[in-house]
């Protein structure tokens, strides 16, 4: 199998959003619920000025892949600005958060290596 997306390929789905994540909303690219694929899901994500990604960690790893603006990496208590051009990883398990400091939005790509989103089980640690 073998497949290109992109944010126009979905723009028919409707962006997803958290109550427990003020002025972040994501779109699924890659997922097994979707289109049948495994091993890897991938999404995009944006995190709007003065939204926040709140701390959390969860079992997988994760890569970002910064497509646009900057915004604040919160490492489980060491801070660190990230941009447009920075691929982040994340081991499993590390306590990461993301604040959108600036008036631009903040976008990214998530990579986890699960077969689909919903199996990332995430752990607040507010």
């Known amino acids: ?5 992109n944010l126009n390929s979905i723009s028919n789905q409707e962006w997803k959003t ?20 495994k091993g ?29 603006g900057s915004a604040t990496l919160n490492k489980d208590g060491e801070l660190e600005e990230i941009k447009k051009g920075d691929v982040v ?10 604040k959108n400091n600036s008036d ?8 986890f290596p699960t077969d689909r989103f919903k199996e990332v089980e995430y752990f607040s640690d507010e």
């Open 104 to 111: 631009e939005t903040f976008g990214f790509y998530w990579l």
């Open 40 to 68: 890897i899901s991938c999404g995009f994500a944006e995190v709007l000025p003065g939204g926040k990604l709140t701390l959390h960690h969860h079992a997988p790893d994760e890569i970002y892949v910064v497509t646009n």
């Open 89 to 98: 990883y994340i081991s499993n398990n590390a306590k990461h958060a993301l």
């Open 18 to 37: 958290s109550e427990k994540y003020p002025g972040v909303r994501w779109k699924f690219l890659v997922d097994a619920d979707i289109d049948g694929s």
């Open 1 to 5: 199998m073998i497949f290109v997306k």
